[in-house]
């Protein structure tokens, strides 16, 4: 495919506007070419007439008609006429795509950002999460903090590359004095490279093993009681841990009283307690 006409001319002018490739050969010259003996003479097609999409940097992406005779200049004024409207219609069929992997799981905020990693489109609920882990940043408006921006520019150099999802890049986790996290992923567009979403998770820190620590839990009263909080029964701790029916139930009463609680339900209740 490095033989065609029509992308060669892309490559060199970086300009994807609607092109035939009579517009370069003869049939007489493009019937001289091994793509066309290889592939189009054995489909009967004498003419393409193609039109670029957005694409990363190195990639075409692009709409190719063939048949077997020239296409007019009318038909490829025509095709270069909605070239604008069909590469927008593939950005949105993107963004769509990109954001219906961002709401798949909960508690997800996002944001849609560019190829250089500029703020596109993002609620203010995203504005206001960033701007409580980076305090020094002061009011946000339209412009990510420092370290976010490095953190993008390292990652978004893998636009169009083989990586296959999010959880491949590399996260960026902040942690507040709180213990709260905030943990960014990018979720990058590779069909057309120009856009991405970028994905914020909260977490709230994982008290369990201070309140064990705090209370003085022995590791077997610790298992049984991440077991409770799992919401296992007694026969089902009894099973996992190897240990009798009654000593899931000392175990339960020494729990109870390090706790200060009175049943599973508010032990379990308590670990998740800050």
Known sequence: MFEHP????????GVSSALRTSDFYSAREWHEFS???LVYKQWGCEDSLAVGLPAPEGLIACICSERDKAFTERERLLIDLVRPHLAQTYRSAELLSLLEGANE??????????KLGRPLVAPKATWELLEQYFTDSGRLTWSLPETVMTWLAGQLVNVGREVESAKASRPLVVQRRDGKTLTLRLLMGRLTG????????????????????????????????????SGMSVAEIADSLFISKRTVDKHLENVYGKLGVQSRAAAAARTLME
């Open 6 to 13: 029509v992308f060669q001319e892309w490559g060199r002018t």
């Open 35 to 37: 793509l066309y003996q």
């Open 105 to 114: 799981d909960d508690g997800l905020s996002s944001m849609v950002i560019d």
């Open 194 to 229: 120009d856009q991405s979403v970028l994905l914020l998770q909260e977490s709230a820190p994982d008290n369990f093993e201070t309140l064990a620590a705090e209370v003085g839990l022995t590791q077997r009263e610790k298992e049984v009681l991440q077991h409770i909080k």
